[in-house]
């Protein structure tokens, strides 16, 4: 009888074990499957590209080929009413022509990075702290002359960097995500960094040239640092001692002022839909009156030239504008179709139009594209 109370014992305790077993076993893996529903990563990526070739062509033409890859990534961690929300959106484009000069030209380029850490002290409320940087991969011309033209953009020229404080609400509904930003407390960092024209291996080998054949300089490639100062802004006029207008050459130009920002996304089976406005007002004046000193200091120099250079057209209530949407749709697994556009309006920067007036202006790009893609 001894023999047969040991024996069932032991068979309990064994079961017991086991069971002991898989309540550890199912505790770690539920514990795994909490750490998973933590984070939220989703996206879309893809490959664009086309090509045209002609032979003994009537209408005209040239052969040519073109690409363009993206992305846009979101990440999202959530755990004990701390939120942490990344967004990483950039794209890259180029096109070949068969022509003598400007075989290769940049058709897309395009670097934009947000994170943001919040503390949610109500339901759908966080006290957010965010930071951004937006930029370019690769140095950009205007194409007009060829390849010897100076560059107009590059790496850090532009450059757009902000850091804030504020509160941002979020709310979820159908698969839809929205998020809404304000901070009181942004700054803002605008960068124009360049050194001079000759940084380009191309322009110098042309101002080389000139200058072994002992040919003038063009205008175009004089005070170059200045130029794109101008072009992005970066640049304050201010008054010397004599109340005198005088030009504060600068690469960058920091402001505190009012930032807000508002996310969208959306994505059902293969439909991916996701659009991100900011703006952004400087706590300035309108600066002061420079009419009457322009007259006097410059008296053959039209007043309306110097005012849209000026601080003028920076000041609380004029608003920068960035604006961009996503559409895609995946079809077959391997096959995207994607719309994707910006909007852009920054106060002081100047853009030519055909005749040459320089003026801030909105800005818009869109692209459309059949390709390889991926959205998950």
Same mark, same amino acid.
């Given at each position: 009888?001894?023999?047969?109370?040991?024996?069932?014992?032991?068979?309990?305790?064994?079961?017991?074990?086991?069971?002991?077993?898989?309540?550890?076993?199912?505790?770690?893996?539920?514990?795994?499957?909490?750490?998973?529903?933590?984070?939220?990563?989703?996206?879309?990526?893809?490959?664009?590209?086309?090509?045209?070739?002609?032979?003994?062509?009537?209408?005209?033409?040239?052969?040519?080929?073109?690409?363009?890859?993206?992305?846009?990534?979101?990440?999202?961690?959530?755990?004990?009413?701390?939120?942490?929300?990344?967004?990483?959106?950039?794209?890259?484009?180029?096109?070949?022509?068969?022509?003598?000069?400007?075989?290769?030209?940049?058709?897309?380029?395009?670097?934009?990075?947000?994170?943001?850490?919040?503390?949610?002290? /109500?339901?759908?409320?966080?006290?957010?702290? #965010?930071?951004? !940087?937006?930029?370019?991969?690769?140095? =950009?011309? &205007?194409? *007009?002359?060829?390849?010897?033209?100076?560059?107009?953009?590059?790496?850090?020229?532009?450059?757009?960097?902000?850091?804030?404080?504020?509160?941002?609400?979020?709310?979820?509904?159908?698969?839809?995500?929205?998020?809404?930003?304000?901070?009181?407390?942004?700054?803002?960092?605008?960068?124009?960094?360049?050194?001079?024209?000759?940084?380009?291996?191309?322009?110098?080998?042309?101002?080389?040239?000139?200058?072994?054949?002992?040919?003038?300089?063009?205008?175009?490639?004089?005070?170059?640092?200045?130029?794109?100062?101008?072009?992005?802004?970066?640049?304050?006029?201010?008054?010397?001692?004599?109340?005198?207008?005088?030009?504060?050459?600068?690469?960058?130009?920091?402001?505190?002022?009012?930032?807000?920002?508002?996310?969208?996304?959306?994505?059902? /089976?293969?439909?991916?839909?996701?659009?991100? #406005?900011?703006? !952004?007002?400087?706590?300035?004046?309108? =600066?002061? &009156?420079? *009419?009457?000193?322009?007259?006097?200091?410059?008296?053959?120099?039209?007043?309306?030239?110097?005012?849209?250079?000026?601080?003028?057209?920076?000041?609380?209530?004029?608003?920068?504008?960035?604006?961009?949407?996503?559409?895609?749709?995946?079809?077959?697994?391997?096959?995207?179709?994607?719309?994707?556009?910006?909007?852009?309006?920054?106060?002081?920067?100047?853009?030519?139009?055909?005749?040459?007036?320089?003026?801030?202006?909105?800005?818009?790009?869109?692209?459309?594209?059949?390709?390889?893609?991926?959205?998950?």
């Amino acid at each position: 009888m001894r023999k047969v109370y040991i024996l069932v014992l032991l068979c309990l305790f064994g079961v017991l074990t086991g069971f002991a077993q898989e309540d550890k076993a199912q505790t770690a893996e539920q514990k795994a499957d909490t750490a998973k529903k933590n984070w939220k990563f989703d996206g879309v990526m893809g490959l664009n590209a086309g090509a045209t070739s002609l032979i003994f062509w009537t209408g005209g033409g040239h052969d040519n080929a073109n690409a363009l890859t993206y992305a846009k990534l979101h990440l999202l961690y959530y755990k004990d009413n701390i939120a942490w929300e990344s967004n990483f959106d950039t794209d890259f484009g180029i096109t070949w022509i068969d022509q003598e000069d400007d075989q290769v030209k940049k058709s897309s380029d395009d670097i934009k990075f947000a994170t943001k850490l919040g503390w949610e002290f /109500k339901k759908g409320w966080y006290l957010t702290a #965010l930071g951004s !940087f937006q930029s370019q991969y690769a140095i =950009g011309r &205007d194409y *007009k002359k060829g390849k010897y033209d100076p560059v107009i953009s590059k790496w850090l020229c532009p450059s757009k960097t902000e850091l804030s404080i504020g509160i941002d609400w979020k709310k979820s509904v159908g698969g839809c995500d929205f998020s809404v930003y304000m901070s009181p407390v942004a700054g803002t960092i605008n960068t124009a960094y360049v050194s001079d024209a000759t940084n380009d291996k191309y322009t110098k080998e042309y101002l080389d040239a000139l200058e072994a054949a002992g040919l003038p300089i063009p205008e175009e490639y004089k005070d170059f640092r200045q130029e794109m100062q101008i072009k992005y802004g970066t640049y304050k006029i201010i008054q010397d001692e004599n109340g005198y207008p005088i030009i504060d050459w600068r690469n960058c130009r920091v402001e505190f002022g009012l930032s807000l920002k508002g996310t969208i996304a959306y994505k059902y /089976k293969n439909l991916t839909i996701a659009s991100t #406005l900011w703006l !952004f007002t400087p706590y300035q004046g309108k =600066g002061f &009156d420079m *009419k009457t000193a322009f007259q006097e200091a410059y008296p053959d120099v039209p007043y309306e030239l110097y005012y849209q250079y000026s601080n003028l057209n920076r000041h609380f209530g004029r608003f920068d504008v960035d604006w961009d949407f996503l559409i895609s749709y995946n079809f077959l697994k391997v096959l995207n179709v994607t719309f994707s556009s910006n909007l852009k309006f920054y106060n002081g920067t100047l853009i030519s139009d055909k005749n040459g007036v320089e003026k801030d202006r909105v800005q818009f790009k869109s692209v459309i594209g059949i390709g390889l893609g991926y959205s998950f």
